[in-house]
């Protein structure tokens, strides 16, 4: 295919995959942006800041290291992290607006969705602590 590396190995494609999805996080935060100024509605601000702190800003980041040190992107913490941030992030955006919308029975769902978010956190922190540079 025209403009990839065949010299690429499968393993930086976990980087990629991680770019790919910030770019999604990037176009929902955009066009929350969009319909709040829009709507001049900006009780979701804080829902906006999370998909694009934590999706889109995080997200690439995290897909650029996993890029620069493809083996750290395939490690057990490597997995772990994938999984925890993608799982949390929706959930706790969801909640979140639905929280802010006024669903107060849904803060529970919040918390859950806010601690699996900072358990990805801490894997990828203990990931790039243990395996970093280990390419």
Not at 57 to 79: H, S
Not at 100 to 129: D, K, M, Y
Request: include cysteine; hydrophobic fraction near 60%.
């Amino acid at each position: 295919m025209p403009g990839l590396n065949p010299a690429r190995t499968v393993l930086a494609d976990t980087g990629i995959l991680w770019l790919r999805l910030a770019v999604l996080y990037l176009i929902v935060g955009v066009g929350m942006g969009i319909m709040m100024g829009a709507s001049e509605n900006f009780t979701l601000r804080p829902v906006h800041a999370h998909v694009n702190l934590l999706g889109w800003a995080t997200m690439a980041l995290a897909g650029l290291i996993y890029c620069v040190f493809p083996a750290a992107g395939n490690t057990r913490l490597g997995r772990l992290h994938f999984w925890l941030a993608n799982l949390s992030l929706p959930v706790m955006s969801v909640a979140l607006a639905l929280v802010l919308h006024g669903q107060r029975q849904l803060i529970p769902v919040l918390a859950i969705g806010e601690i699996v978010a900072a358990l990805s956190i801490l894997a990828f922190a203990a990931n790039i602590f243990l395996n970093l540079g280990k390419d």
